[in-house]
């Protein structure tokens, strides 16, 4: 399966990393939507999603009113998927300058958690499937739950986003 990669939308307004990864998770979790970035973007903005709802983490519980936000928590996910949310030094930029002084470029990040045991991400930024310890550990994370969930298959399955805390982790972005 391909999936989508945040690099194929230069122009898209926001945060392309966050809206590719909920895409990918729309994608992943075989909901039946076939959303791309761009269409989920546009659903946010024409339903004021962006303007209504101050917590980012509860924008796709506005697109599918199924998936809840159960948990917000520290640490790596005990349960995949998730989308994890990486803070780190950005490797094309890694300085950046603020009021004449030159500082660490830190971004933001954002992958789908597939395996939690062995931290296997699918990438927003290029939609490969790789391990997500290069990005380092996450600080917290906000757990969702969908009725669509196959829970014969995953007795446990939740979705949660996670942060990562300021550190030397790179990221290709």
């Known amino acids: 399966m391909a999936y989508f990669k945040q690099v194929d939308?230069?122009?898209?307004?926001?945060?392309?990393?966050?809206?590719?990864?909920?895409?990918?998770?729309?994608?992943?979790?075989?909901?039946?939507?076939?959303?791309?970035?761009?269409?989920?973007?546009?659903?946010?903005?024409?339903s004021h999603v962006y303007e209504t709802e101050r917590n980012p983490w509860a924008w796709l519980t506005r697109y599918d009113s199924t998936?809840?936000?159960?948990?917000?928590?520290?640490?790596?996910?005990?349960?995949?998927?998730?989308?994890?949310?990486?803070?780190?030094?950005?490797?094309?930029?890694?300085?950046?300058?603020?009021?004449?002084?030159?500082?660490p470029n830190f971004i933001d990040h954002y992958a789908i958690l597939i395996d939690h045991a062995a931290k296997t991400i699918i990438d927003s930024y290029d939609g490969d499937i790789k391990s997500g310890?290069?990005?380092?550990?996450?600080?917290?994370?906000?757990?969702?739950?969908?009725?669509?969930?196959?829970?014969?298959a995953l007795p446990s399955l939740t979705l949660a986003f996670a942060i990562l805390g300021e550190s030397a982790t790179f990221c290709r972005l």
């Open 67 to 103: 998936i809840r936000i159960d948990l917000l928590e520290r640490g790596w996910p005990s349960q995949s998927p998730a989308i994890v949310k990486f803070h780190c030094l950005s490797v094309e930029n890694p300085t950046t300058v603020i009021d004449g002084v030159q500082v």
């Open 9 to 46: 939308y230069p122009d898209m307004p926001g945060n392309t990393a966050f809206i590719t990864a909920q895409a990918n998770l729309l994608q992943f979790l075989g909901l039946g939507h076939d959303t791309t970035p761009v269409e989920l973007d546009e659903f946010y903005l024409t």
């Open 133 to 152: 310890e290069p990005y380092g550990d996450p600080v917290s994370y906000a757990i969702y739950t969908t009725p669509h969930q196959n829970t014969a």
